[in-house]
């Protein structure tokens, strides 16, 4: 009698399908980073490009010119064109950060494409690894695991992060060091981190009401502390002008103007924008209005109670509220999903949050990227029809969407499991 052949893959264990899935994920991530730069493509970190342009105009004329959209799209057009971009942008990339955080690119743009990007990639590699050893270390006692590590460097944010070669390391330090601080009743410290999201402002449109709320006062003040230096520094660059330039740029991109991409958000505003296309105007607005008050005011009312900041409920809450802002911040890319790295790897660390929400929130929109890589190399071959560009074209930002707005339904539920959410384990002192 003959044995029974058995099946590929049959047997395999959870752990060894993880690391099976790890494979194309870590496969997509290498293939897009290198690719571009044997193409000769090194603009496709568009990004990138653009704070390079922004540290060449300001090394050439006067640093309020980065708000200047006719100067800074005339560097850009020259650039793109040395980078072998296959077409000239029809805007600029718009500079929508003050000019204090603007200032390191002069020293790289000192430097000829593609080292500067090399390098900026290289050094962001290395300063995302050593950070997040030290946070775990630091609430853990011990160093990531491998596979843990793997994981976080391949989630869908760090991926575009590295890919489009944008500033959010520097956000997760700060909400890292936010966090670590907060939890040690280190308030002003926390503040003076938070402070540093000013880079991206509209990611403390809940988290400074959360901490009013939460009567963290203290953390208020360090967080005013920091913003008044950075204004100052940065009136001192570029004058009054400058900064009401700046503001003029802002406007022009919350009017879908330079820099929006709505494919590549994860919001509301961008969920709207894609069902006015294709179905009503109306039905867009109503999505995007109805969607972003719930997502606002849900984590802020369950979340209203004080809590101590080193019990587990006040994290999970930091959770909710900062997984709600990915949603309703109006101007928000996928890679910007990378400052919820520190929270849910607090709770990870500290065994509060299910290792099952924890793989999701990493491997849902990964997946899917891939299938949709898939498509698109399809539609490529005429296998698949034209119109499946439109289907990936609107999937990108709304698989993130999901895998955050999960998030934020784990933390409300635990808010709402009554008095044992309230009698959690007190976290590990840091």
């Known amino acids: ?21 790890l494979v194309p994920l870590v496969t997509t991530f290498f293939i897009n980073l290198v690719l571009p730069l044997i193409q000769n493509d090194w603009c496709k970190a568009v990004d990138f490009c653009g704070y390079y342009s922004a540290g060449q105009v300001m090394n050439d004329g006067k640093i309020a010119d980065i708000y200047n959209l006719d100067i800074l799209k005339k560097y850009q057009d020259n650039i793109f064109r040395l980078a072998n971009s296959p077409e000239p942008r029809a805007e600029a990339v718009a500079m929508l950060y003050l000019p204090v955080f603007i200032l390191p690119f002069r020293l790289f743009a000192r430097l000829d494409l593609p080292v500067s990007l090399l390098l900026w990639d290289f050094l962001n590699f290395v300063i995302l690894i050593l950070y997040l050893e030290f946070f775990s270390k630091s609430i853990s006692r011990k160093a990531l695991k491998l596979q843990l590590l793997i994981l976080i460097l391949i989630a869908f944010p760090v991926f575009r992060n590295f890919l489009d070669g944008r500033v959010n390391v520097w956000l997760l330090i700060c909400f890292g060091e936010f966090v670590r601080a907060i939890v040690t009743n280190k308030e002003i410290k926390a503040g003076l981190w938070l402070g540093g999201v000013l880079l991206k402002p509209q990611l403390l449109i809940l988290v400074l009401p959360f901490l009013l709320i939460q009567k963290k006062y ?18 001192i660059l570029v004058g009054w002008e400058g900064l009401m330039n700046l503001k003029d740029v802002i406007l022009e991109a919350s009017k879908g103007g330079v ?8 919001n ?4 709207g924008y894609f069902l006015s296309d294709f179905i009503s105007p109306d039905i867009g607005k109503a999505v995007f209005i109805g969607g972003s008050a719930m997502t606002s005011l849900v984590p802020l009312i369950v979340f209203r109670k004080k809590s101590d900041s080193d019990s587990a409920m006040f994290v999970v809450g930091l959770l909710g509220i900062m997984a709600a802002t990915t949603a309703v911040a109006y101007h928000a890319h996928i890679h910007m999903a990378m400052i919820l790295i520190p929270f849910i790897l607090y709770l990870y660390l500290t065994q509060q949050i299910p290792r099952k929400w924890f793989l999701f929130w990493i491997l849902f929109p990964g997946m899917i990227n891939i299938a949709l890589f898939v498509i698109v190399t399809l539609v490529s071959f005429g296998i698949l029809p034209e119109f499946f560009n439109s289907i990936v074209m609107i999937s990108y930002g709304p698989s993130m969407l999901i895998a955050n707005l999960v998030l934020l339904g784990w933390a409300v539920s635990q808010n709402h499991q009554g008095d044992q959410a309230q009698e959690m384990d007190q976290i590990p002192t840091v």
């Open 1 to 21: 009698m003959k044995g029974r052949h058995k099946l590929p893959f049959q047997g395999l264990s959870s752990e060894a399908w993880l690391n099976l899935l």
């Open 218 to 235: 203290r953390a208020i003040l360090g967080f005013v502390i920091t913003s008044i230096i950075l204004f100052g520094v940065s009136f």
């Open 259 to 266: 820099s929006s991409f709505f494919v590549l958000m994860m």
């Open 268 to 271: 509301w505003r961008a969920l």
